[in-house]
C-alpha cells in the first residue's frame, strides 16, 4: 500500500503529472472498456443533467469551498456556470494549487489537509469535493467528511467514483484504479450510504450512474449534520 500511496503523489503533483497520467494510462483502458457491452452511455449523460441542475440549485450565490481542487477548472466553471459569489480550492498537493492559481490568477486556491481546514465552524454556504475520498484511506474517511460539515453551514456536496459490489468486475476494477490513479478502495454506493448512517449524517439528495457499468461509475450525494 505504501507504493500505491507514492504512486498517487507523484501522479498528482501537479497539473502536467495529472495530464500524463490521465492521457497515457487511464485515456486508453477507457476507450476500451467504452467498446464494451457494460458501458452505457445515455446513463451517463443522464448523470451529468442531474449534476447541474444540484450545482445550479446550491451555488447560486453561494460561498464555495472546493477541497480536492486540482487544477482548478471546477472552480472556473463555479464562478462562469453556476453563479457562485466567492470560492477557495484547496489541495493537499502544493504543486496543485500553484498550477491552478497560474491559470486562474484571479482566484483562490491554498494548500490545506481535509482533516484540518483552515477556517472557522460554518465559514462555507457549500463544501464540495470530486473524486477526492477514493484517495482517503477507508478508515480516515469518516473524519474528513465530519471536518467539511464543519465548516459548512449549508450542505456538503460529494461526487465520487463508486465500486463494484463482490462479484467477477471487483477485483479488475481494483487493480486498475491502483495502476492508474494509485488510489484506494472505492466504496459500493451501499458502503456509503451505510457510512453517512453511522455518522447520523442527513441525506438530503443522491443519484448515481448504472451500477452495471463498467466505466463512468459516478455517484454524488448532498449532505447536512442538520438531522
Known amino acids: 500500500m505504501k507504493f500505491w ?3 498517487a503523489k507523484v501522479t498528482h503533483a501537479s497539473k502536467k503529472a495529472y495530464i500524463l497520467r490521465f492521457h497515457y494510462i ?3 483502458v477507457r476507450r476500451i472498456a467504452e467498446r464494451t457491452p457494460w458501458f452505457n452511455q445515455n446513463a451517463t449523460a443522464i ?3 442531474r449534476k447541474k441542475e444540484i450545482l445550479q440549485k446550491w451555488l447560486d450565490g453561494a460561498r464555495v469551498l472546493e477541497v480536492g481542487c486540482g487544477t482548478g477548472e471546477l472552480g472556473n466553471d463555479f464562478w462562469v456556470d453556476f453563479g457562485t459569489k ?3 480550492g484547496a489541495d493537499y ?3 496543485m494549487a500553484r498550477d491552478a492559481k497560474m491559470v486562474f490568477p484571479k482566484m483562490n486556491f491554498i494548500c490545506a489537509d481535509v482533516f ?6 460554518h465559514s462555507f454556504d457549500i463544501v464540495y469535493s470530486a473524486f477526492l475520498f477514493h484517495h482517503l484511506k477507508p478508515e480516515i474517511r469518516q473524519k474528513a467528511i465530519m471536518e467539511k460539515l464543519r465548516v459548512s453551514k449549508g450542505a456538503v456536496i460529494i461526487e465520487d467514483t463508486f465500486g463494484f459490489e463482490p462479484g467477477f468486475f471487483r477485483l479488475p476494477h481494483k487493480m486498475y484504479y491502483s495502476i492508474a490513479d494509485g488510489s484506494h478502495y472505492r466504496y459500493t454506493i451501499r458502503e456509503w450510504n ?3 448512517r453511522n455518522l447520523n449524517i442527513k441525506i438530503i439528495d443522491q443519484f448515481h450512474t448504472d451500477q452495471a457499468s463498467i466505466v463512468n461509475r459516478c455517484a454524488c450525494w448532498v449532505i447536512s449534520s442538520e438531522l
Open 5 to 7: 500511496d507514492r504512486w
Open 26 to 28: 487511464m485515456n486508453p
Open 47 to 49: 448523470y451529468q443533467q
Open 86 to 88: 466567492f470560492y477557495i
Open 93 to 95: 498537493s502544493a504543486g
Open 116 to 121: 484540518n481546514l483552515p477556517f472557522q465552524d
Open 194 to 196: 451505510n457510512m453517512f
